[in-house]
């Protein structure tokens, strides 16, 4: 049996993915829901899927520091300042660590949403 990925988190359905299935943005994190604290990564660094779409390490509960290894992901663990914010199609973000072939051209809509943008 092959596992599927969801195309926004990269996470096996079904297993650790938390994105609706009608493809809604994810409900907000309610205060009982810490942030994660990941270890390996600055809270600053973007991480960069499979499928275009940047992260934030912690800001979205269905992403967890054990799934962000290369080769599926690549990162940028000192972005320049403002990179986050001009993330999009005409300023793609290209990993720089782990799998340096990933760009990511829009943000994750949890990750977004906790930085307040």
Not at 52 to 80: F, M, N, S
Request: with cysteine; glycine share 8%; aromatic share 6%.
């Amino acid at each position: 049996m092959k596992e599927e990925r969801c195309e926004r988190c990269e996470c096996i359905i079904g297993l650790g993915c938390g994105c609706p299935p009608d493809g809604a943005v994810p409900k907000a994190r309610s205060a009982s829901q810490p942030r994660q604290e990941w270890r390996r990564f600055p809270a600053d660094t973007i991480l960069i899927s499979s499928t275009h779409y940047a992260h934030l390490p912690g800001a979205c509960a269905h992403l967890t520091e054990e799934l962000v290894t290369a080769p599926r992901w690549g990162w940028i663990p000192d972005p320049a300042p403002g990179l986050w914010d001009r993330l999009g199609s005409s300023c793609p973000a290209v990993a720089v660590a782990g799998n340096t072939a990933r760009t990511a051209t829009r943000r994750c809509e949890e990750c977004q949403t906790a930085t307040g943008l």
